[in-house]
């Protein structure tokens, strides 16, 4: 089974600071790991995903994370944000075999709020 | 190429009552997966339909279950509705079932259980 961390709950951030938003996850297999943006009223929207190769992954919106194996972590950043990025959060994983590698395990979000 | 449609938008119900969602996936997507999405605990898997054959189905009563149609829309239903299971039920679709093929989601059905 896996599981997934987001460290924290709410994010405030002023506009144009760089953000950080945390995510741990736990599995005895290798998996592929995920993050998601959900904008107010919408259905969820794929930011960027680590399958393999390079630890260092860039998504749209300028947003980009680092996978690390030994901290079995996955943090997502952006160095500016704008007032846009105002939206929750969410980190995932999925199993690269077996029977759950067709579903998703999601964290409980991070609210980010960029304050003008 | 349209989006994953879910119908109703919103939806209404007392408890007892049974409800039926549905999600028309993207066109040429065989795949159609069902998540529940609850302030408390967040976004869980319900289950993954792939040629008109459930393949997963995550940890929830057999109160939820679901369909696919030759033409790969799918419809979930809730028998005996409670209060709990208000919530935002979102579909996803994607072409194949590969496991890091992109999934589309929907806007929702945002249920609520009087």
């Known amino acids: 089974a896996q599981s997934v961390t987001q460290l924290d709950s709410q994010v405030p951030v002023f506009e144009e600071a760089p953000v950080e938003l945390r995510c741990n996850y736990s599995?005895?297999?290798?998996?592929?790991l995920f993050w998601y943006v959900q904008y107010p009223n919408q259905g969820l929207q794929l930011l960027l995903k680590y399958l393999s190769g390079s630890t260092l992954v860039k998504g749209i919106n300028g947003f980009e994370a680092e996978f690390n194996k030994s901290q079995t972590s996955f943090h997502l950043r952006k160095p500016s944000v704008h007032i846009s990025d105002t939206a929750e959060y969410f980190c995932a994983v999925s199993p690269l075999v077996g029977a759950g590698s067709y579903q998703l395990t999601f964290g409980k979000g991070t609210k980010l709020s960029v304050i003008p | 190429k349209a989006g994953v449609t879910q119908t109703p938008r919103y939806l209404i119900k007392t408890r007892g009552q049974q409800v039926t969602l549905s999600c028309s996936p993207i066109s040429g997507h065989r795949s159609v997966s069902w998540y529940q999405q609850t302030p408390g605990q967040g976004l869980q898997f319900l289950f993954e339909?792939?040629?008109?054959?459930?393949?997963n189905k995550g940890n929830f009563p057999g109160r939820f279950s679901g369909r696919q149609f030759s033409n790969s829309r799918s419809e979930m239903n809730v028998s005996t509705l409670e209060l709990g299971d208000s919530a935002l039920y979102l579909c996803a679709s994607r072409s194949d079932r590969v496991t890091n093929e992109k999934l589309f989601f929907g806007s929702g059905t945002q249920l609520s259980v009087l």
């Open positions: 339909y792939f040629s008109e054959t459930q393949r």
């Open positions: 599995s005895s297999v290798s998996v592929y």
